[in-house]
């Protein structure tokens, strides 16, 4: 008899909810919070500063630009690239929406591209095909944590005079090769949400070793005033100009102080999520019907989701029912993503249909993302297992 899930009336693996993601926040980190709320500067200070150096130094670029989230370090991104409508850029399918909505804030077209079915990273034999006479840019998006093929990626970009973007929201941490994520397009973008590989709360960076790009990122966070309220001050002088139309997009000091604290722990964390992913791995080998996402050769990987594919032929029961099962096991499971070209949105403003994507629309019937962050127990992960094992089994054909 197998045992009996706890969908249906059984007791589940686990007493308490075990979220897909979590933030660690340390006692040094609310130190570090606290000196900066009792110090002159909130915002625009000298922690900016202090953070943008760190994680520049982090990730082995010339700059680093913070900004207040994610989205805002690739709405800045396309704004510094001059995207306008008419202009296309190429960005992957399979990626949280605020992706292509940069794009679409400028009112340039994101021109949405297939995964390759087993890492779900844009497929990089279909890039080339989406580029026409209008193209900008192309954005790859670092899906899980693990870094796109760059070096393919950027001979492309090279042929055809793009710039190449990288958003490295789930991959701070990662490698490829012996080059760190954020030093691997000519812009990499990074996300500071609490569930990302390290928080500031809300937050974002911009990474690059463009000379000319840095100045106009930090003017249109800033709502694009030719100098801020520090400069201003250490100058003596009230003037400023506004030169385009920009937005608020700055992060506060004791957001940066946070940063600087946490960006410390990352290289320790990304080995822990690593080790998880290994015992993950480990255990799955033995289940037909899961099979986790591929790793490319030469990578270190961040592992901000372990995302699995269900072989829904080897079961009785859909993804949802599955997921409902482990979620009444108190197993967090979790979906990313919808492909962004079927939300609403882009289906109505940008003509996007079902079927453009065929590979991305398979997989998102098929993938979960199992609990996976830093401060998991080795017992928390045997739980996932164990609960993934009752599930499987049981819906087994
Ligand atoms: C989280 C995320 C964003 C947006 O970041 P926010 O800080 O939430 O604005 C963008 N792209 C990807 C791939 C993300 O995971």
């Known amino acids: 008899m197998p045992e009996s899930l706890a969908i249906k009336g059984g007791s589940p693996i686990r007493n308490t909810f075990l979220p897909y993601a979590r933030q660690s926040i340390s006692d040094e980190d609310i130190s570090a919070v606290n000196e900066v709320l009792r110090s002159d500067w909130l915002t625009t200070g000298p922690k900016v500063s202090e953070f943008e150096k760190e994680f ?55 021109i949405f591209v297939d995964s390759d079915p087993e890492t779900l990273l844009i497929d990089t034999n279909k890039v080339e095909e989406a580029i026409t006479e209008n193209t900008k840019a192309i954005v790859a998006v670092d899906y899980a944590g693990q870094p796109c093929d760059y070096d393919v990626l950027s001979k492309i970009a ?161 993804r949802e029912e599955i997921f409902k099962a482990l979620r009444a096991e108190n197993i967090g499971v979790n979906v990313h993503y919808i492909p962004t070209h079927l939300h609403p949105f882009y289906i109505n403003h940008f003509g996007t249909k079902e079927t453009q994507c065929p590979v991305a629309e398979a997989a998102y019937k098929n993938i979960l993302s199992l609990p996976m962050f830093s401060s998991m127990t080795n017992d928390d992960a045997k739980d996932v297992i164990e609960g993934i094992r009752k599930v499987i089994n049981f819906y087994s054909n």
């Open 56 to 110: 520049a130094s982090f990730v082995g670029t010339n700059d680093a630009i913070a900004v207040s989230n994610g989205t805002a370090a690739l709405h800045t991104t396309m704004f510094t690239l001059g995207i306008a409508k008419g202009d296309e850029v190429i960005v992957p399918t399979m990626t949280f929406a605020a992706t292509a909505n940069a794009i679409a804030l400028q009112k340039g077209t994101p």
């Open 158 to 318: 090279e042929n055809h005079n793009l710039f190449l973007v990288a958003d490295a929201c789930h991959a701070l941490g990662a490698t490829n090769g012996n080059k760190s994520v954020g030093s691997l397009a000519d812009i990499s973008t990074f996300s500071f949400h609490a569930v990302k590989p390290m928080t500031t709360g809300e937050g974002g960076m911009i990474t690059t070793d463009n000379p000319h790009l840095p100045k106009l990122m930090r003017e249109f966070r800033n709502h694009c005033l030719n100098n801020d309220h520090r400069e201003r001050l250490e100058a003596g002088s009230w003037f400023y100009e506004m030169t385009n139309l920009g937005f608020n997009y700055r992060l506060t000091d004791f957001q940066c102080a946070l940063g600087i604290s946490q960006l410390k722990k990352v290289p320790k964390w990304t080995l822990r999520r690593q080790e998880i992913a290994q015992m993950y791995n480990n255990a799955f080998i033995n289940i037909d019907a899961i099979k986790p996402l591929k790793v490319r050769d030469n990578i270190s990987h961040a592992y901000h989701l372990y995302v699995i594919q269900l072989d829904t032929n080897k079961l009785s029961a859909s």
